[in-house]
């Protein structure tokens, strides 16, 4: 917790955040807030200008943040153009303590150090912090420059009156932790759609066993499931990702690995008493060995094998019983090979959900482990929606594009 002990907006949970540090005598205090951030869950990236590496060491900011921190433009290791990756990387971007002099090179668009590179390479929304001493403040130039800032979107976080380091008194101090963080999650609220707001996630197809090194399964890629996740978390929610199959995470997903439907069913246990949306694209097993065997079935004593399969029961109509589940938006997906939406129809009801998306895999272009999906999205509220063949990560897009306006406030 930052020193005021505030408690952290849950816009910035989970959230990318840069934190370019200008060289002032505040920048102590950005220490502070980094490590505040990043108890929260938010994975915190720092970069200072060299005046700023005399007013606090690059070894702090790697201490709290448990990241590397950028001091130039040319990082010994590390990516080659830093101030890109991290421009890219960042989902919001905080220069604090701004001085007047960054504030001017900022105005005029420089990218001769790691700091105002980074600014110009950024594509979320930015917010500064001035402090200065109170003279500077107060000049016209200081003024304007902010002035030209604020014209292209940027936050500006307006300093405190109070003691200065000078001696003076008068307005130019860092705001504390509390107001620096309530301006970035307001930046974040109004560029993320689904900043503060939960997203759990199934994905692939669960691996029922039949003994120690054999299970019964499907062919469920997870595809679908990572692409919702990323999608979501690309939109500024937190998300969980509960998943039986592994591809290259998107940052910032909590990832889950599970295999079997007991083990699923018990992560989205935990997971769902906070969540706001449930996409269940897993494919979850329908039928599962009624016994497991404790040792490896040796093919030398067993000519003929027979499985003896039992019901698994539906996760999802199981949890929307439980009484943290009532205030999620549940979503699950049907696979048909036939009279696509009546059967996903009759499914939605069946498992208490509040939309299903029905993918038709007798379809050779999108079937199984394909990059692309095509179906129909049917809401609880009677609302049908055609997703014609698109690649998978529009149609996480399109799912939900169409979830988000209806959840709670
Ligand atoms: O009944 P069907 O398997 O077609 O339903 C698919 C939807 O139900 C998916 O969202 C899937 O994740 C979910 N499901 C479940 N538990 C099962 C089987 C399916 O939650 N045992």
Redesign the pocket.
């Known amino acids: 917790m930052p020193l005021d002990s505030s408690p952290i907006p849950d816009e910035l949970k989970g959230l990318r955040i840069a934190l370019l540090v200008a060289g002032g005598i505040a920048a102590y205090k950005i220490v502070d807030l980094a490590s505040a951030l990043t108890q929260a869950g938010a994975d915190v990236r720092v970069a200072m200008t060299a005046s700023a590496t005399r007013f606090v060491g690059a070894a702090s900011f790697q201490g709290v943040t448990g990241n590397p921190v950028l001091t130039g433009l040319w990082a010994a290791d590390g990516p080659a153009e830093p101030h890109v990756f991290l421009g890219d990387w960042a989902q919001v971007t905080l220069l604090a303590p701004a001085t007047a002099n960054i504030i001017s090179r900022v105005a005029r668009g420089q990218s001769d150090d790691i700091v105002t590179a980074t600014l110009l390479a950024s594509r979320g929304p930015v917010v500064v912090a001035p402090a200065m001493n109170d003279a500077m403040w107060s000049k016209a130039p200081v003024q304007e420059n902010l002035s030209t800032l604020r014209g292209r979107g940027v936050t500006v976080v307006e300093p405190e009156s109070g003691h200065l380091a000078s001696g003076h008194v008068g307005a130019g101090r860092l705001p504390g932790a509390a107001a620096l963080m309530d301006a970035l999650a307001s930046a974040v609220r109004s560029r993320y759609d689904l900043a503060g707001r939960c997203v759990v996630v199934?994905a692939g197809g669960t691996r029922e066993p039949i003994d120690p090194v054999r299970f019964v399964g499907n062919y469920s890629s997870g595809k679908m499931g990572f692409a919702v996740a990323a999608a979501a978390a690309d939109r500024g929610a937190r998300v969980t990702l509960v998943t039986t199959a592994m591809h290259p995470a998107h940052p910032g997903i909590d990832v889950r690995p599970v295999e079997t439907?007991d083990e699923m069913l018990e992560e989205l246990k935990r997971e769902i008493a906070g969540a706001d949306v449930l996409v269940?694209?897993?494919?979850?097993?329908?039928f599962r060995p009624a016994r497991v065997a404790d040792n490896k079935i040796r093919r030398e004593e067993t000519p003929r094998l027979s499985l003896d399969l039992e019901?698994?029961?539906?996760?999802?109509?199981?949890?929307g019983k439980e009484k943290d589940a009532q205030k999620v938006f549940r979503?699950?997906?049907?696979?048909?090979g036939s009279d696509l939406a009546a059967k996903a129809l009759e499914?939605m009801k069946k498992?208490g959900?509040q939309a299903?998306v029905a993918n038709d895999i007798s379809r050779k272009d999108i079937a199984f482990g394909s990059d692309h999906n095509a179906g129909v999205m049917l809401f609880a509220d009677g609302t049908r929606e055609d997703l014609p063949r698109m690649t998978k990560r529009e149609m996480a897009d399109r799912i939900l594009d169409l979830v988000r306006p209806r959840l709670n406030s």
């Open positions: 199934t439907a269940m694209a897993a494919a979850v097993a329908d019901q698994v029961p539906d996760l999802v109509a199981a949890l979503v699950g997906f049907a696979a048909e499914k498992k959900l299903i």
